[in-house]
């Protein structure tokens, strides 16, 4: 981050793409200036056409801009219009405004080192942003952009540049809440005079009062380290003093196995009683490659499907971002476009259907569980509404938080959301760990009391899976 003048409003030159990613990052520097260079304009007016997420922000930033220029005669632009307070998207949040945009009105002398040739549409911002500089001597000047390869350029040049950090949920990913926390071993003994403990419908509770239950969440997990093996789900908290905490159930115990499936550690055990709770209607699971994710999800969804029937059917979706070079068009209907990216469902369903009878047996379930899985792609999501449906959100970390505000809106009455993903494989361009929609979810999620988090931390997959996630 840029050291700034704090007795000075700074000048930003911001790039097209965090117009792109963010259409009212106009609104978000608060007092300090903007300035769009002519080439920006240039670029969104390319971007515009098409059905993709870009583009909708593009058009979106374009009538932002058709707002504040509505009714302003050239010499009011020249000196720059007022960014006043708006409400972004007609969604009730005000975004404090009191800076200046400016545009460029006239010519600017872009004079850049032999080294940049070229008349590249970043190599005249970067241009722009120099001769601002000597114009505006008074003025800190500095460049946003989610390039970093023209971040890159401008640090080489002596142009201060920076990344555009108002969409990020927190400054360091090791902060985002993982769902559990081990009580202190000295918790029992320090709690005994002011806890209450009672059994009810065969499940044991605890209340419990003092300092440790205001650092607590709303389902949050808790464990003792020791060779109790105690762990128990905040069920309820009443203030920052006192909280109702429940005994989990043991998933890892064969009698307790959903359909088939045990818990092989805590955190699965954890998160299958997340799943299997039809009072959370949102849960999210992180971890990396083969800790269980999909396997969990499925085998608490099938179950509450199909033996409980909790819920009408099973909504599998997915980001279709390839990890390699895309194969190209594929034919067929939208879930037989959607089959190939679905692997991961396939591989556990193979797991999943293991009866005992034969063959005919096996054919025989895998139709019946077929028949009550559908796979939906995400582009034909919105508008849509799903009642008393179980709906598995697969790679969700590369999406964006509108893209997750969007799919998690499209739930109905009696409709369950499991968000699945891992934070470390982010394919799509200018999203990372801190940015990511289903880092933004879990942040936002952890005060509801319907919903619930775990990151599950030890692999499962196999030993050479294992291996190669730790070496490799």
Not at 18 to 26: A, E, Q, Y
Request: charged content about 25%; hydrophobic content about 40%; glycine content about 8%.
């Amino acid at each position: 981050m840029i050291k700034r003048e704090n007795d000075k409003t700074c000048l930003f030159v911001l790039d097209t793409n965090v117009l792109m990613h963010d259409p009212t990052c106009i609104f978000r520097f608060k007092e300090h200036d903007i300035f769009l260079p002519m080439v920006v304009l240039e670029e969104l007016d390319h971007g515009k056409k098409g059905l993709s997420e870009v583009a909708r922000n593009v058009r979106q930033a374009s009538r932002f801009l058709d707002q504040l220029l509505c009714n302003a005669d050239k010499a009011e632009i020249d000196a720059g219009l007022p960014i006043g307070p708006t409400s972004a998207n007609g969604g009730g949040i005000v975004l404090p405004a009191s800076g200046r945009l400016y545009f460029q009105t006239q010519l600017l002398d872009l004079r850049l080192p032999e080294s940049l040739p070229g008349t590249s549409a970043d190599n005249n911002i970067l241009g722009t942003a120099q001769a601002l500089r000597e114009l505006r001597c008074d003025r800190q000047v500095i460049i946003v952009s989610k390039d970093i390869n023209l971040r890159i350029k401008a640090a080489v040049l002596g142009i201060p540049a920076e990344d555009y950090s108002n969409d990020q949920v927190m400054d360091d990913v090791a902060l985002l809440y993982t769902g559990a926390e081990p009580l202190p071993a000295d918790f029992w003994e320090h709690h005994s005079k002011s806890m209450d403990s009672w059994k009810e419908q065969g499940r044991t509770y605890y209340r419990i009062s003092g300092p440790d239950v205001a650092e607590w969440y709303p389902n949050q997990c808790l464990y003792t380290a020791d060779d109790s093996g105690f762990e128990s789900i905040v069920r309820e908290k009443r203030g920052t003093a006192e909280a109702l905490i429940e005994v989990v159930e043991d998933y890892r115990l064969p009698r307790h196995s959903v359909w088939g499936i045990n818990a092989r550690n805590r955190e699965q055990n954890f998160a299958l009683n997340m799943l299997m709770d039809p009072d959370l209607d949102f849960v999210t699971l992180l971890g990396t490659a083969g800790t269980g994710k999909t396997l969990l999800a499925l085998a608490a969804g099938l179950t509450q499907v199909l033996d409980r029937s909790l819920y009408k059917e099973i909504i599998m979706t997915r980001v279709t971002v390839p990890v390699g070079e895309d194969i190209g068009f594929l034919p067929g209907t939208e879930e037989e476009k959607m089959t190939p990216w679905m692997g991961a469902l396939m591989d556990n369903l193979e797991v999943l259907t293991r009866p005992e009878g034969g063959e005919w047996a096996r054919a025989a379930t895998n139709d019946l569980i077929k028949s009550r899985i559908r796979i939906s792609s995400l582009n034909f999501m919105r508008g849509r509404t799903f009642l008393n449906k179980y709906i598995i959100l697969d790679e969700a970390q590369n999406l964006t938080a509108k893209q997750m505000k969007t799919l998690i809106t499209r739930a109905g009455p009696g409709t369950k959301v499991v968000c699945l993903g891992n934070i470390g494989q982010i394919d799509t361009p200018y999203l990372t760990e801190t940015t990511s929609g289903l880092t933004y979810v879990v942040d936002r999620f952890k005060h509801w009391p319907h919903g619930g988090h775990i990151t599950l931390m030890r692999g499962e997959r196999s030993r050479l899976a294992d291996f190669a996630s730790e070496e490799l």
